[in-house]
Nanobody, 128 residues
């Protein structure tokens, strides 16, 4: 079992930065591939970034590539999303998600249905 709690959201001006954190409790964080998703009003929840169990492989949606960075600290049971050059289009509720994988699994995962555990989300608002 993994419990996930996101933090770091808030209101920022366009062009600004935020760093989201997702703290995991439970014994299986280091055994989990992780993902950040976002959902804006009236839209589907969509992948933003994903990271493999070891952190060696990462994925970014085209819309955030070059501006967002996903990272993890397995010693702290935390995954991060550094968001730079924010635009109003980035405004959404951001969720982190976890999928337990095997020891030698170096994959990341993109589909929300592949993830087992979800946090409650943190709101990001970007003013123009």
């Amino acid at each position: 079992q993994v419990q996930l709690v996101e933090s770091g959201g808030g209101l920022v001006q366009a062009g600004g930065s935020l760093r989201l954190s997702c703290a995991a409790s439970g014994r299986t964080f280091s055994s989990s591939a992780m993902g950040w998703f976002r959902q804006a009003p009236g839209k589907e929840r969509a992948i933003v970034a994903a990271i493999s169990r070891s952190g060696g492989s990462t994925y970014y949606a085209d819309s955030v590539k070059g501006r967002f960075t996903i990272s993890r600290d397995n010693a702290k049971n935390t995954v991060y999303l550094q968001m730079n050059s924010l635009t109003p289009e980035d405004a959404a509720v951001y969720y982190c998600a976890a999928k337990t994988v095997g020891l030698l699994n170096g994959n990341y995962y993109l589909a929300k249905d592949e993830y087992t555990y979800w946090g409650r989300g943190t709101q990001v608002t970007v003013s123009s």
